[in-house]
């Protein structure tokens, strides 16, 4: 049975090197890790969970997918779910926090040094986690953004090594910002109508908010104009 993954999860398994070792971190169904195994993309995996029931969830799924001899389900937080001996070259973490996302690296950062690969998608603080890759040492090599009912995701993909990044670069993705899509765009639009909606709820005499607000809109429109 080939699985079907949602847009988003499917732009994810592009971006997992062929032949990893996967460790996918917070793996509720264990969607990505049975389609890329059924695909042949990847060998074998392990589905990390800390919650019993998506833990349970992901169990089911594996074994229904008869890839139980390939890819092991395990209850832990995080990079608990593996040892040094798995062998793990590349990590996904996906559907959560940025900075969730970013506590996960730094609580499992012993564990990272073997690991070739890191692909992320964070929901929301995208920046906070840029900025954590940059300030341990992990170099992002690709990004991609899509929109799928009506949200917009981030996938950042990011190997050992150093770059520069600037306060824009976390915020905006130092790819999405260089290549600026008609997704990004339309991303940054919805954003910049949020904030000068907000602007308009602020009070002429409440000058400081304002001035952060306007701020934050001056940016925005530079970067997409
Ligand atoms: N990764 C899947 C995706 O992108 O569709 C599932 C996303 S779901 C919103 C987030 C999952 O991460 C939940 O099942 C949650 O229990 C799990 N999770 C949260 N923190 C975790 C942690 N520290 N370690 C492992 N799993 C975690």
């Not at 986690?129 to 090599?141: A, T």
């Not at 904030?195 to 925005?220: F, G, H, M, W």
Request: net charge negative; glycine share 6%.
């Amino acid at each position: 049975m080939d699985t079907i993954l949602s847009k988003r999860l499917q732009m994810v398994a592009d971006f997992i090197p062929k032949k990893s070792k996967l460790l996918d971190v917070g793996s509720d169904h264990a969607y990505l890790p049975i389609a890329l195994v059924e695909a042949g993309h990847i060998d074998a995996a392990i589905a990390g969970e800390v919650v019993k029931g998506p833990f349970e969830s992901a169990q089911k799924n594996i074994a229904a997918s008869g890839l139980d001899q390939q890819i092991e389900a395990r209850l832990a937080s995080g990079l608990a779910a593996t040892t040094l001996e798995d062998g793990i070259t590349a990590i996904s973490i996906c559907g959560m926090g940025g900075r969730l996302i970013a506590e996960i690296l730094e609580a499992g950062k012993d564990k990272l040094e073997a690991v070739e690969t890191l692909t992320l998608q964070p929901n929301n603080r995208e920046d906070d986690l840029r900025r954590w890759l940059r300030d341990n040492d992990f170099r992002i090599q690709a990004e991609q953004i899509l929109e799928e009912n009506g949200k917009y995701y981030e996938i950042i993909q990011a190997v050992h090594g150093s770059a520069f990044l600037s306060a824009l670069d976390c915020r905006f993705g130092p790819f999405l910002l260089k290549e600026k899509s008609p997704i990004f765009i339309a991303k940054w639009q919805r954003e910049l109508d949020k904030l000068q909606y907000a602007l308009s709820c602020v009070p002429e005499d409440n000058q400081l908010d304002r001035s952060a607000i306007s701020q934050k809109i001056k940016t925005i429109e530079e970067m997409i104009s």
